[in-house]
């Protein structure tokens, strides 16, 4: 199966750093891997994505194991606006890059 | 500012009677993208433009249909709605070159 595997919800405490796994047994070589999330009754937001290194940026970063098999976002300082469904995805399809959303993990961030 | 904008944002139609959604990007870019996100659900790919080539996802209903008139612009059709074709319709776009992909805010369609 195409899709990745995440626990279906997470609870944080604000200010507190926040790693939501993500499982892509099945990821082929170049295909990259994605995070997005989502707040309610809102479009997808990007967030950050990698293919073999870990990758930071100025919302979260993004570690990949070596084998490629799992991921994890880190939010190093979770606030009451990062309560949201973050999705991790694989990216494949080449030039077009399709994402093919998994089931995603609500993120609940408790003050 | 908004660079994919959808509209309308809210639509409601009648059961079998057509509707059309659009889709307009500022950002000139090649892909264009539409997901079906129904309620408490991840958002499923529907198909996807790159310039002008259509890809259709192997589990689409015919119902759904879309164009393209130029690189701004991408409508999504939806022939004949059914109950279950209540949900929130996604646009978005992505530049050849790039890997992220913008999202439209979304526009939610219920039938009744």
């Known amino acids: 199966d195409a899709k990745t595997t995440q626990p279906n919800s997470m609870e944080s405490n604000e200010e507190e750093p926040v790693h939501l796994p993500c499982n892509h047994s099945?990821?082929?070589?170049?295909?990259?891997i994605h995070w997005y999330r989502q707040l309610p009754s809102q479009g997808p937001e990007y967030v950050i994505h990698?293919?073999?290194s870990n990758v930071n940026n100025r919302m979260a970063s993004l570690a990949i194991a070596e084998d490629r098999k799992s991921s994890t976002l880190i939010l190093h300082r979770a606030t009451l606006r990062d309560a949201a469904v973050y999705y991790c995805?694989?990216?494949?399809?080449?030039?077009?890059?399709?994402?093919?959303f998994g089931t995603g993990t609500l993120l609940a961030v408790q003050p | 500012d908004a660079m994919v904008i959808q509209n309308p944002r809210y639509q409601v139609t009648q059961f079998g009677k057509p509707v059309t959604l659009s889709c307009s990007q500022t950002?000139?870019?090649?892909?264009m993208y539409w997901y079906q996100q129904k309620s408490s659900q991840a958002p499923k790919l529907l198909f996807h433009?790159?310039?002008?080539?259509?890809?259709n996802e192997a589990d689409t209903p015919d119902n759904f249909q879309s164009r393209r008139p130029n690189t701004s612009f991408c409508f999504l059709d939806i022939r004949s709605p059914g109950l279950g074709d209540t949900a929130m319709y996604l646009c978005?776009?992505?530049?050849?070159?790039?890997?992220?992909?913008?999202f439209g805010e979304g526009s939610w369609l219920t039938v009744v």
């Open positions: 978005a776009t992505r530049g050849s070159s790039g890997n992220t992909i913008y």
């Open positions: 099945t990821i082929s070589g170049t295909d990259y």
């Open positions: 990698g293919l073999t």
């Open positions: 995805i694989r990216g494949y399809g080449g030039a077009t890059n399709k994402l093919i």
């Open positions: 950002l000139n870019h090649n892909v």
């Open positions: 433009y790159y310039d002008k080539d259509f890809n």
